[in-house]
T-cell receptor
């Protein structure tokens, strides 16, 4: 079956540090890949996505590249801010499934300190 | 985009009782999804709800425990039946982009359920 594996947290960083959250997946065919973010006390929202190999999703300074050869979709940001403190979820949507049917990773809590 | 309202936002319930969670969307959508997020864990899909047909449940979830209604294209309910403390979770409603061209899934704020 399909699955998503992401690095465990919490990840604690100082402001302006570089952030990487690793995400790898197992799926049949070519899934669509996503990063969702859950800020404290708020709902889940889409951060970025990529729908085919070598696509790069980007938003709010975050980037992730769909790597078919390594089945990965690592999230990066060059300089984090305190406001980036949140839980980040990697997810996939299998090509044989409904678009909104998502398989999530375990989530990675990121804590950015001033 | 889609704006999703879930009610209640939180509740504390006695074991053995049932709770019905409502999900209202501000536009018509074909498919609605119900997820569970257990404490400190990720989201797990419970079922997919289409209007006019029975919900499709994922492995490990059954209709008797989580009955779902989908009476129209903007509304759905999830009932958590005969609750036990293990049902304490956040329950989230999700929909696909209502425009017919998929761009993302939208999530409600969730219902935080505590069973005592």
């Amino acid at each position: 079956g399909n699955s998503v594996t992401q690095m465990e947290g919490p990840v604690t960083l100082s402001e302006e540090a570089f952030l990487t959250i690793n995400c790898t997946y197992t799926a049949t065919g070519y899934p669509s890949l996503f990063w969702y973010v859950q800020y404290p006390g708020e709902g889940l929202q889409l951060l970025l996505k990529a729908t085919k190999a070598d696509d790069k999703g980007s938003n709010k300074g975050f980037e992730a590249t769909y790597r078919k050869e390594t089945t990965s979709f690592h999230l990066e940001k060059g300089s984090v801010q305190v406001s980036d403190s949140a839980v980040y979820f990697c997810a996939l949507s299998a090509p044989t499934d409904s678009w909104g049917k998502l398989q999530f990773g375990a989530g990675t809590q990121v804590v950015v300190t001033p | 985009s889609a704006v999703i309202s879930q009610k209640p936002s939180r509740d504390i319930c006695q074991r053995g009782t049932s709770l019905t969670i409502q999900c209202q969307v501000d536009s018509q959508v074909t498919m609605m999804f119900w997820y569970r997020q257990q404490p400190g864990q990720s989201l797990t899909l419970i079922a997919t709800a289409n209007q006019g047909s029975e919900a499709t449940y994922e492995s490990g979830f059954v209709i008797d425990k989580f009955p779902i209604s989908r009476p129209n294209l903007t509304f759905s309910t999830l009932t958590v039946s005969n609750m036990s403390p293990e049902d304490s979770s956040i329950y989230l409603c999700s929909v696909e982009n209502p425009q017919g061209v998929w761009t993302e899934a939208f999530f409600g704020q969730g219902t935080r359920l505590t069973v005592v």
